[in-house]
């Protein structure tokens, strides 16, 4: 177990946070207890939650408004898929996911993992969870701990939800709610790519809890903002009226200013810090590497020390907070 030594206190600190994405997803298939619990281990300051509903409205942790490529419902409901072939969590039950068997993520053909480097894709020792199933596993482990981990929520496609007749954020809240989460001053951010979403959390729930702006590439259609307009100035003023802070893509905090150039720092950081916001950008992998850098501490190095960021989000909280431990 990491001896980190934060507490409730850190966010008052200058240590930027360790955002574990999916829990330890570059260790154990992503939104697992395992996951999560290995994460909490490894020191991660917030462990990130990607929400869906299922068919009897049930908010359950994954990343997929699909079961394709993390679990095994090809072999166990055949002819269940939609249409398009695909099989959408939202036309089963709990029950019915619970019988599913979670494994490392496959790449598009659905039988090569993406990461190969990473836990075996034939395990079967894995299940779906639960949001209620993975709060009481942080909580309960922060009793046990003295640690107190918190909770980085993503509303996961509420437009889409709602074309389905569901209303992913109600059920959400009233989780979270229930879980004691309340007040800005909760270990807890609830995210979204949808800023209407966001905006409806402010206005019409009237939450105190905070909230972050997730922003991707227009092409990625992850919901009807226009993130490109987001990332001006303009833009990050208007988010600046409904959450705390942005979690944007890494290639969104480094760029180029030709095919040739070397990779320099574009100005959203700084320009999210001059109005108040925090900055937590994704993915940090190890594996993985994007294009601007050679190494992951090259990739840490940038996004800490130069960038300044707030947090990152990470499939390897243990090897982050490692480097901040050294390098604070």
Do not use: C
Not at 58 to 64: E, G, K, R, T
Not at 186 to 214: H, N
Not at 268 to 278: P, R, T
């Amino acid at each position: 177990m990491w001896n980190t030594g934060i507490s409730g206190q850190e966010l008052k600190t200058n240590i930027p946070l360790v955002l574990a994405h999916r829990g330890a997803s570059g260790y154990l298939p992503e939104h697992t207890l395992a996951a999560v619990a290995l994460a909490h281990g490894q020191g991660a300051d917030f462990i990130e939650q990607d929400v869906i509903l299922s068919s009897d409205n049930q908010p359950v942790v994954l990343h997929d408004l699909t079961l394709d490529a993390t679990t095994n419902v090809h072999d166990l409901f055949p002819g269940r898929n939609r249409k398009n072939g695909k099989y959408y969590a939202i036309d089963f039950t709990l029950a019915e996911l619970k019988k599913l068997s979670v494994h490392e993520r496959s790449k598009s053909s659905g039988s090569i993992a993406k990461y190969p480097l990473r836990f075996p894709r034939k395990s079967v020792l894995f299940k779906i969870i639960s949001l209620q199933e993975e709060i009481e596993l942080i909580q309960g482990m922060n009793k046990s701990t003295g640690r107190n981990v918190g909770l980085f929520v993503e509303l996961k496609a509420p437009e889409w939800h709602r074309q389905q007749g569901k209303d992913l954020t109600a059920v959400v809240m009233k989780i979270l709610e229930r879980f004691g989460y309340k007040t800005v001053e909760d270990r807890i951010y609830v995210q979204s790519f949808s800023a209407k979403e966001l905006k409806r959390l402010r206005l019409e729930f009237q939450t105190k809890l905070k909230l972050v702006q997730l922003i991707g590439e227009n092409r990625w259609r992850l919901s009807e903002a226009d993130f490109k307009q987001l990332r001006t100035v303009e833009g990050l003023a208007e988010i600046a009226t409904y959450a705390e802070g942005i979690g944007p893509w890494i290639e969104h905090i480094v760029g180029t200013d030709g095919f040739f150039a070397d990779p320099e720092l574009t100005s959203l950081v700084s320009d999210a810090h001059s109005l108040g916001m925090k900055v937590f950008p994704y993915t940090i992998r190890a594996d993985a590497l994007p294009g601007f850098s050679s190494s992951f501490a090259e990739l840490l190095e940038i996004m800490f020390m130069q960038a300044k960021v707030d947090g990152v989000f990470t499939d390897f909280p243990d090897q982050v907070r490692a480097f901040l431990q050294h390098r604070y």
